[in-house]
């Protein structure tokens, strides 16, 4: 069973920065797509960036361009999230998502992902 397990949330301020990671397991890591996925409070979860597995591709939702940056270490299966600038309404739980190569890439939608981690908060005051 693939395990995902996200670290790195917190409180911090407006115009703040956070790093999170996403350490992956029982999983071939370079065969993944890699994403990552927040869900607000009364909100459905949404889309935040993704990486390809060999980290020739990246794509970002519109409202996290040049603010977010995500990376991956196919040598150490781990996956990260730079989040600078932040501002109250990127408040959310992150969860870290992957999905194998197929044929076709994996879309925003997270019924396009096949495992997930636990999530992590991010709860930025202003």
């Known amino acids: 069973q693939v395990q995902l397990v996200e670290s790195g949330g917190g409180l911090v301020q ?11 397991s029982r999983l071939t890591f370079d ?6 996925f927040r869900q607000a409070p009364g909100k459905e979860r949404a889309f ?8 020739d591709s990246t794509i970002y939702e519109d409202s996290v361009k040049g603010r977010f940056t995500i990376s991956r270490d196919n040598a150490k299966n781990t996956m990260s999230l730079e989040m600078i600038t932040l501002k109250p309404g990127d408040t959310a739980v ?3 998502a992957a999905s194998p190569k197929r044929f076709w890439e ?16 991010v709860t930025v005051s202003s």
């Open 94 to 96: 992150y969860y870290c």
């Open 31 to 36: 065969n993944y797509y890699m994403a990552w």
């Open 48 to 55: 935040v960036a993704h990486i390809s597995p060999n980290v």
């Open 14 to 24: 407006a115009g703040g920065s956070l790093r999170l990671s996403c350490a992956a």
């Open 106 to 121: 994996p879309t925003t939608s997270p019924n396009s992902w096949d495992y997930w981690g636990r999530g992590t908060q």
